[in-house]
């Protein structure tokens, strides 16, 4: 079992930055895919970033690509997701998520585990 826990969020003007992180626990963070989703009120749950558990693949969704940047830290078994240029569109509640054994299920939105989310609000 993979615990995630997610911080950072909050409340930013338009224009503003914001960094997000990921804290796992319960199986070695190393092997461990690694994305974040989020869902608007109203809509879906969708797809924003991802990277494989050695960091040699990253993916974005087109609306976020040149402002957030995933990363990861295998020492301090967190996951960031810096978030640049926000605007109102990307007011939402960000989860974290997690697998152990394929990365296209994290992009795909499948994966084995997800944090609870936090609340992220872009004020224009």
């Known amino acids: 079992q993979v615990h995630l826990v997610e911080s950072g969020g909050g409340l930013v003007q338009a224009g503003g930055s914001l960094r997000l992180s990921c804290t796992a626990s319960?199986?070695?963070?190393?092997?461990?895919?690694m994305g974040w989703f989020r869902q608007a009120p109203g809509k879906e749950r969708e797809f924003v970033a991802a990277?494989?558990?050695?960091?040699?693949?990253?993916d974005y969704a087109d609306s976020v690509k040149g402002r957030f940047t995933i990363s990861r830290d295998n020492v301090r078994n967190t996951a960031y997701l810096q978030m640049n240029s926000l605007n109102a569109e990307d007011t939402a509640v960000y989860y974290c998520?997690?697998?152990?054994?394929?990365?296209?299920?994290?992009?795909?939105?499948?994966?084995?585990?997800w944090g609870q989310g936090t609340q992220v609000t872009v004020s224009s």
């Open positions: 990277i494989s558990w050695s960091a040699s693949s990253t």
């Open positions: 319960g199986r070695t963070f190393g092997r461990l895919h």
């Open positions: 998520a997690a697998d152990s054994q394929v990365y296209r299920w994290v992009v795909a939105g499948a994966p084995g585990y």
